[in-house]
T-cell receptor
Framework: DVKVTQSSRYLVKRTGEKVFLECVQD?????MFWYRQDPGLGLRLIYF???????EKGDIPEGYSVSREKKERFSLILESASTNQTSMYLC????????????FGDGTRLSIL | GNSVTQMEGPVTLSEEAFLTINCTYT??????LFWYVQYPGEGLQLLLK?????DKGSNKGFEATYRKETTSFHLEKGSVQVSDSAVYFC??????????????FGTGTKLQVIP
């Protein structure tokens, strides 16, 4: 089974801090994704990566950046955290084909105070 | 752009009741369609999928048929259990202009099954 591991289940940070969320997958998937999940809004794509060092903006990239230095690891960075970035963050990975499903981690619940 | 519309929840059913969660989509290409389930405190996991028109996906007693003529992918189960209580997401996967996979999710439907 594919395993997608997010480094923290819960995280509390302060406004203005630089925040790193880490995600690792163990199945050699080309694609990796970062979403945020908010009540009533479903999942919204922040960034995705289709190869090492490659990235594309999703629907809501403002205030975020990403890094993919190795195929198995995809990091989400909040450059200067703000309270409106309090959310559940989900990482996913998949093979490169539209009929392939995404595999999700358990999520990181991030609170910005 | 692509979009997915799900019925709003929460849906509350008694155990052994019949379940339908409606999902319709708009897409310009030939997408693949998915249902994901999210149990409390967990990430999403694939429930079933269908990759072309008239395909039926099924798993754990759940079924959904890819209906291109009505652009729908409704989720059904004949007899729900308390353990089916979760949030269900309909999703479509298509190609972006850059040729990469892009997935669009519905807003999710919360199902609560009472004994």
């Amino acid at each position: 089974d594919v395993k997608v591991t997010q480094s923290s289940r819960y995280l509390v940070k302060r406004t203005g801090e630089k925040v790193f969320l880490e995600c690792v997958q163990d199945m050699d998937h080309e694609n990796m994704f970062w979403y945020r999940q908010d009540p009533g809004l479903g999942l919204r794509l922040i960034y995705f990566s289709y190869d090492v060092k490659m990235k594309e903006k999703g629907d809501i990239p403002e205030g975020y950046s990403v890094s993919r230095e190795k195929k198995e690891r995809f990091s989400l960075i909040l450059e200067s955290a703000s309270t409106n970035q309090t959310s559940m963050y989900l990482c996913a990975s998949s093979l490169e084909a539209i009929h392939q499903p995404q595999h999700f981690g358990d999520g990181t619940r991030l609170s910005i105070l | 752009g692509n979009s997915v519309t799900q019925m709003e929840g929460p849906v509350t059913l008694s155990e052994e009741a019949f379940l339908t969660i409606n999902c319709t989509y708009t897409a310009t290409g030939y997408p693949s369609l998915f249902w994901y389930v999210q149990y409390p405190g967990e990430g999403l996991q694939l429930l079933l999928k269908a990759t072309k028109a008239d395909d039926k996906g099924s798993n754990k007693g759940f079924e959904a048929t890819y209906r291109k003529e009505t652009t729908s992918f409704h989720l059904e189960k004949g007899s729900v259990q308390v353990s089916d209580s979760a949030v269900y997401f309909c999703a479509l996967s298509d190609q972006w202009s850059g040729g990469y996979q892009k997935v669009t999710f519905g807003t999710g439907t919360k199902l609560q099954v009472i004994p």
